[in-house]
Nanobody, 123 residues
Framework: QVQLVESGGGQVQAGDSLRLSCLAS????????MGWFRQAPGKEREFVAA????????HYADSVKGRFTISRDNAKNTVNLQMNDLKPEDTAVYYC????????????????WGQGTQVTVSS
């Protein structure tokens, strides 16, 4: 089992920045690829960003490319999502998730999920 706890959400203005963090505990964190997903009210959960177990590979949704950066620190069991130039359409609950050694873009492929952290961006 892997337990994931997100933090760093909040309410900001358009153009502001936020840094989300996800702290993992349980099994060896470096064994897992990690992803960030988000879900807005009335919408399906969608892929935001993912990072390989080593941190050497990353992938972003087109909607956040160039604004968001995913990173991980395996020594600290954390994965982060730096979000810059936030837009109202980024408003959602953000979740971190873990799966096997390589990442995918599909939520259903991920084994473990955090409880989510709310991000609200006002115009």
């Amino acid at each position: 089992q892997v337990q994931l706890v997100e933090s760093g959400g909040g309410q900001v203005q358009a153009g502001d920045s936020l840094r989300l963090s996800c702290l993992a505990s349980g099994r060896t964190f470096s064994n897992y690829a990690m992803g960030w997903f988000r879900q807005a009210p009335g919408k399906e959960r969608e892929f935001v960003a993912a990072i390989s177990w080593s941190g050497g590979g990353t992938h972003y949704a087109d909607s956040v490319k160039g604004r968001f950066t995913i990173s991980r620190d395996n020594a600290k069991n954390t994965v982060n999502l730096q979000m810059n130039d936030l837009k109202p359409e980024d408003t959602a609950v953000y979740y971190c998730a873990a799966r096997g050694s390589y990442y995918t873009l599909r939520p259903h492929d991920y084994y473990y999920w955090g409880q989510g952290t709310q991000v609200t961006v006002s115009s």
